[in-house]
């Protein structure tokens, strides 16, 4: 069974950058594409970016240009760089490993705020 934990989270001025990670174990886990969701207050949860066990990336158009995602299957990890950070990221980040239906993490609080 695999298990997925985020961190990275916090408190940050507009403007500023943050990294998430996201961890998985328990499946192989280069075999597999991965995501980053988010739920802000009041809102659906969406999708902020993915990447395939290829590499190939696709994004949001509300964090194109500022937010990279990546990955390391040496550490079985993928990252988040979110950079020019604006209020209207703040929300929940969830990772999504994405085996059958999917597998989510627990999430990790990003608060943009001044």
């Known amino acids: 069974q695999v298990e997925v934990v985020e961190s990275g989270g916090g408190l940050v001025q507009p403007g500023g950058s943050l990294r998430l990670s996201c961890a998985a174990s328990g499946y192989i886990f280069s075999m597999y594409n991965m995501a980053w969701y988010r739920q802000g207050p009041g809102k659906q949860r969406e999708l902020v970016a993915g990447?395939?066990?290829?590499?190939?990336?696709n994004y949001a158009d509300s964090v194109k240009g500022r937010f990279i995602i990546s990955r390391d299957n040496a550490k079985n990890t993928v990252y988040l760089q979110m950079n020019n950070l604006k209020p209207e990221d703040t929300a929940v980040y969830y990772c999504?490993?994405?085996?059958?239906?999917?597998?989510w993490g627990q999430g990790t609080q990003v608060t943009v705020s001044s």
């Open positions: 990447i395939t066990r290829g590499g190939s990336t």
């Open positions: 999504k490993f994405m085996n059958g239906l999917g597998t």
